[in-house]
């Protein structure tokens, strides 16, 4: 389910935004988790998007006379860890309910009000405490009461060139209580019916006032004043239950769906709303005075839940059309790469296709399953419900970089341990999801189903998966260990003009030029860092003295030549070189574009140390640190020693680490039959791509060998 095409842009200025909306087929974007999967479905195809996360003073959180003041790029869990929500506790009450953490942690405030979705919660809280919305438009700004703005369903006061630059919530004065409640069919989804409820008491324990908001129900948020209804039965919870049913029969507007019929909703809405006014009834308390309250300003925390001045601000991105490719930069798993997208392509979809990061899975692509959670800045979100574009700059940390084979993380020792999978489909977001949930700090064993229900996940593996979850939380009340496979490494991924990955440090390649960089791109390569994906050992007894097997390894080019399927395409200088390589092994057929240096060479000892590093068009890349050592042998001939250390990504990492090793190691072994070809004066093969047939089968035959004789071993 992917958006038809669109333009992008990023302003840093309200002006600016404003006169991209004027005359436009265009939507302001802000979070977009209830934007992208309209998109996706085609229900809407806006030919512009305006991105207004970037204009200055839209992502504050402030508190003074008498109000807390909501920027429209203020994200929904930002204002749930913020000390000035607190001061609105019916916000505090309703946000757990809005979507699930993944969702929370992009979606914003005034996003979910402009949205307008008659089951949102945010809607009826902001009807039930009478907020107020600023709007910026042509016109100039202007100012709407909650009760007037939403005009329907998912549709508002808001003109098509106008934006919702803030709301602003009235702080609880002393009396008052609250209550919020809403039945849907699992935690997160849109309520089937929901209520807040607002009632205050004087001093003297006298009712003031008695409010409720019914949403759900009707087109929009339904607000009716209770005064009367409360005093008459003294806020009991039953007396209240009888009273509210002809009440709820009023409110309920709605022809029901699948999931309830307006009789099942009127009875829904009536245990509801009894439940909740009779709470806040009991619960309400003198507060201090709206008055007392300083005036105060609270950045919103930002991608590591840092004030957003010391993170990474929101870059401006100009006007880029539906047909165009933007470069994005993102530090994934520990590297930085670049990848050239259309605007439309969300972030799931540069993962997998262009860095090769195929742990990333994708299921519904509208953010319902929860397949493709990723951490983005330091908390989980949905990698359909984001575009790449919008994602420029920021950090991201999927399924691979939380662990590897030979160090898992705690939760993947966990999921091990109580086998929490059955087809493994949905693991890698809910490895994802569940670091999210235990960073955040200790998490009860009640709490646990709710808040991992935004992964679907429901076949045999599920009960063992929040076993393991348990466990983990019960073993790091504190928090859980940061991901421990964020290193560098290669993250390359497709070419040509469909749009690539490519490594800091390297130029994106124009369209047309394939596999070709710029050389005043090219820098030092360096030894890749964390564990490898195989390593290789070979050892040759080779024919020819060592200093003529020496005479071949000191000359690149004759060198290259003996490397099976490799050909030399260019000399940079200072030992760095460029080429090609090729495999195939049946129908895998790779052909790696690359580069590669020389870091050391000992010709007294015929010593010699190279790193490379390459991709294929394909999804794969490749690094390795090649270590060559020459030996004088038996009879005259030379012991040629060969160690290397391979790290791979993408299509090729799918193979097992046995089976890669398998190949190289054949590989070797063809070079070092070369080398000794070659400098015992027989011409050395000429470059062509490995036989897919002989390394295939020999990978094979080694492996039955090893089986054979660990078996005659036990």
Not at 675 to 704: F, K, M, N, Q, Y
């Amino acid at each position: 389910m992917k958006p038809a095409p669109f333009a992008y842009v990023r302003p840093t200025s309200l002006d600016d935004a404003l006169a991209e909306l004027a005359g436009r087929d265009a939507k302001v974007l802000a979070g977009g988790q209830s934007l992208v999967p309209v998109l996706a479905m085609r229900l809407g195809r806006p030919a512009t998007l305006v991105d207004i996360t970037a204009v200055a003073g839209l992502d504050r959180i402030s508190v003074g006379s008498g109000a807390v003041h909501i920027g429209a790029a203020v994200r929904q869990r930002a204002v749930e860890r913020s000390e000035h929500a607190r001061a609105v506790p019916l916000l505090g009450m309703a946000l757990p309910f809005v979507g699930h953490r993944e969702l929370r942690s992009r979606g914003t405030v005034c996003g979910s009000l402009a949205h307008a979705d008659p089951a949102a919660e945010l809607p009826a809280v902001a009807c039930c405490l009478d907020a107020v919305l600023e709007i910026a438009g042509p016109g100039g700004r202007r100012t709407v009461a909650a009760g007037e703005f939403f005009a329907g369903a998912m549709t508002t006061a808001l003109a098509p060139d106008e934006v919702l630059l803030a709301v602003r919530f009235p702080v609880a004065a002393p009396g008052e209580g609250y209550g919020f409640g809403e039945i849907a069919r699992r935690h997160g989804d849109f309520a089937l019916a929901g209520v807040a409820t607002r009632v205050h008491r004087g001093d003297d324990g006298t009712l003031l006032a008695a409010r409720l908001t019914a949403f759900g129900v009707s087109d929009r948020p339904v607000t009716r004043d209770v005064t009367d209804l409360v005093r008459a039965t003294d806020g009991a919870e039953q007396p209240l239950r009888d009273a509210i049913a002809e009440l709820a029969a009023e409110l309920v507007d709605t022809a029901g769906d699948a999931h309830g019929s307006p009789g099942y909703r009127r009875r829904l809405l009536t245990v509801l709303a009894a439940r909740e006014l009779s709470r806040p009834h009991r619960t309400a308390a003198p507060d201090r005075p709206a008055d007392e309250r300083p005036d105060r300003t609270e950045l919103s925390p930002d991608r590591a839940g840092r004030p957003a001045g010391a993170g990474v601000a929101a870059r401006a991105q100009a006007r880029v059309e539906a047909q165009e490719l933007v470069a994005v930069t993102l530090r994934v798993n520990g590297s930085e790469v670049t990848v050239r997208v259309p605007p439309r392509m969300h972030l799931a979809d540069a993962l997998r296709e262009h860095l090769g990061l195929t742990g990333t899975h994708l299921g519904c692509e509208h953010g319902v399953c929860g397949m493709c959670t990723v951490l983005v800045d330091g908390t989980a979100a949905r990698a359909c419900l984001l575009f790449a574009v919008q994602c420029d700059g920021a950090e991201v940390v999927t399924v691979e970089g939380l662990g590897s084979a030979d160090e898992q993380h705690p939760l993947q020792q966990a999921f091990s341990a109580h086998h929490a999978l059955q087809c493994g489909f949905c693991t890698p977001g809910m490895l994802m999801s569940s670091y999210d949930l235990l960073a955040g700090g200790p998490v009860t064993p009640e709490e646990l189903p709710g808040q991992m229900s935004g992964v679907l996940c429901r076949c045999t593996g599920y009960r063992g998966i929040l076993a393991a979850v348990a466990d983990v939380a019960e073993a790091h009340p504190r928090g859980v260990p940061e991901p421990m496979n964020c290193v560098a490494r290669p993250l390359v991924g497709r070419g040509g003009g469909a749009g690539e990955g490519f490594a800091a440090g390297r130029e994106p390649a124009a369209p047309g030029d394939g596999d070709r960089r710029e050389v005043s791109a090219v820098t030092d390569l360096s030894v890749p860092a964390g564990a490898p994906t195989a390593s290789v050992e070979v050892t040759s007894e080779l024919t020819a003295p060592v200093d003529a097997v020496w005479a071949v390894l000191a000359d690149v080019e004759r060198m290259v030549a003996c490397l099976p399927g490799a050909e030399l395409t260019e000399v940079l200088g200072g030992d760095r070189y460029r080429g090609r390589a090729g495999v195939a092994l049946g129908p895998v057929k790779l052909s790696f574009a690359g580069l590669a240096q020389i870091i050391d060479r000992d010709p007294a000892d015929h010593r010699l140390r190279m790193i490379g590093q390459g991709s294929d068009a394909g999804g794969s890349a490749t690094q390795a640190d090649i270590r060559l050592r020459a030996e004088p042998g038996p009879g005259g001939g030379t012991v040629l020693r060969a160690d290397a250390d391979l790290y791979l990504s993408g299509r090729i990492a799918q193979f097992g680490r046995a089976l890669a090793g398998d190949v190289s190691r054949r590989l070797f072994e063809q070079f070092a039959r070369s080398v000794d070809a070659a400098a015992t004066g027989r011409e050395a093969p000429a470059a062509r791509r490995a036989s897919s047939l002989r390394l295939a089968i020999g990978a094979l035959l080694a492996a039955v060998r090893r089986r054979i004789t660990a078996r005659r071993r036990h």
